[in-house]
């Protein structure tokens, strides 16, 4: 007589461990909060930091206003009985105010994205959002703080108190609205860099499938 060919069942509700086939064990219980926090933080959590984000960068506008008026070069004007006009026609006053504008909204952008980064390594989309967004709302008031806070925006009634040869400065004013987005340009870029460079890196996956598996059969090798 030859022996039966199909091996010993196990005792009813005994899993066997010798089964190559059997599913894992789970471990019972709640999952630990470990487990979810290397996950990252969800989405609600995600979306409150990157509206906390926006509009703490678009308040820091006010500073970068104060600075571009204070900065930027003036334009002199001068009036006679009939007009206003420029009193140095060749200056490159008007490009200076700018061109002052744009290298501080890059400065700006640069900060912004460096703060927020060392305060949210992971990053993630809706934070590069709120940063692009925060960033373009802030660029957008420190143009209105300047010009509000600077010379009077009335250019007649300017000239008209200060009387005909006296020359006074005219109003601030962006002549390229596209500078606008300097700030929000240089803010995104940096922050990509550095969430590429040196942000947290995900777990590289298997090199193959026959990784850790072992066939219980034995296959023979070829």
């Known amino acids: 007589m030859t022996a039966p060919l199909n091996p010993p069942q196990p005792p009813h509700g005994k899993p066997d461990d010798s089964d190559p086939w059997q599913e894992p064990a789970r471990a019972a219980g709640p999952v630990p909060e470990q487990a979810h926090e290397e996950d990252g933080p969800g989405m609600r959590t995600e979306l409150r930091d990157a509206a906390v984000i926006a509009v703490a960068v678009a308040a820091s506008g006010v500073l970068l206003g104060l600075l571009w008026l204070w900065l930027a070069p003036r334009v002199p004007l001068i009036a006679d009985d009939k007009a206003v006009f420029l009193k140095d026609t060749e200056g490159e006053q008007a490009i200076g105010v700018d061109g002052t504008f744009t290298l501080l909204g ?117």
């Open 106 to 222: 890059l400065a700006f952008g640069v900060v912004a994205a460096l703060v927020v980064f060392l305060v949210r390594r992971r990053g993630g989309i809706p934070l590069v959002v709120g940063l692009a967004a925060g960033s373009l709302l802030g660029a957008v008031l420190a143009w209105k703080v300047g010009v509000w806070a600077g010379p009077e925006t009335d250019v007649v009634a300017h000239a008209k108190s200060v009387g005909q040869g006296v020359v006074f400065d005219a109003p601030m004013e962006l002549k390229a609205k596209g500078v606008l987005l300097a700030w929000p340009v240089a803010a995104m870029v940096v922050q990509l860099a550095l969430t590429g460079l040196f942000g947290p890196r995900d777990p590289e996956p298997f090199s193959s499938y026959d990784d850790g598996y072992r066939d219980p059969y034995g296959a023979p090798e070829r």
